[in-house]
């Protein structure tokens, strides 16, 4: 019985290693991808803190800017909570803004993957940041409707049609801090 749970340990150790970039040869400075840019952008701290500056938004996660997984893939994952009594009056503009803040930070690896956000509300129409993604152009299309969760996922990979437009959209890395945009909420 121990050597069965050892065992399952094990597979499940090297999962996640294999996953990180942190096993069998994965990723690495040595990967061409750039990181750790000297100058330009800015923090995942001011990242955090030029989000949390929207009125009735609040962070509940950012994740990313890791060393590439085993397929030379970087990105970031942002998750935001739209507070209660507050609800998302321009998506299209939160989602430019979440994209390219997320581009501009310049500690880490460059995202060449993706970007994926998640919006939790609690506003009674709910919403949909997929069709918020696909109307500020960054996704083709949507499918979902709005509710209490949502996500979406900006491509950036350069061999495919909507990540390279990404990329050319977004232009070099780490890009420039996006003003804070205004009316991206409203109270209820």
Not at 29 to 55: K, M, V, W
Not at 119 to 137: C, I, K, L, M, P
Not at 174 to 181: A, M, Y
Request: glycine share 14%.
């Amino acid at each position: 019985m121990a050597a069965r749970r050892w065992s399952a340990l094990s597979v499940v150790a090297v999962g996640v290693l294999a996953l990180t970039g942190c096993a069998f040869g994965g990723g690495g400075s040595d990967s061409g991808i750039p990181h750790d840019a000297a100058s330009g952008g800015q923090t995942l701290a001011e990242l955090r803190e030029s989000f949390e500056s929207i009125p009735g938004i609040t962070v509940s996660d950012i994740a990313g800017g890791d060393k590439p997984n085993v397929k030379g893939n970087t990105g970031y994952a942002i998750g935001l909570e739209v507070e209660p009594g507050f609800a998302i009056a321009d998506g299209a503009a939160l989602v430019d803004f979440v994209v390219s803040s997320v581009w501009s930070v310049r500690e880490g690896y460059m995202p060449n993957a993706r970007i994926d956000i998640r919006v939790r509300t609690s506003s009674s129409g709910g919403f949909d940041v997929g069709a918020a993604a696909a109307q500020a152009g960054w996704v083709r299309d949507s499918t979902s409707s709005p509710k209490p969760y949502s996500t979406a996922a900006i491509d950036l990979m350069e061999d495919k049609d909507q990540g390279a437009s990404n990329r050319e959209r977004l232009g070099s890395w780490p890009g420039d801090v996006p003003e804070v945009p205004t009316g991206v909420t409203v109270q209820e």
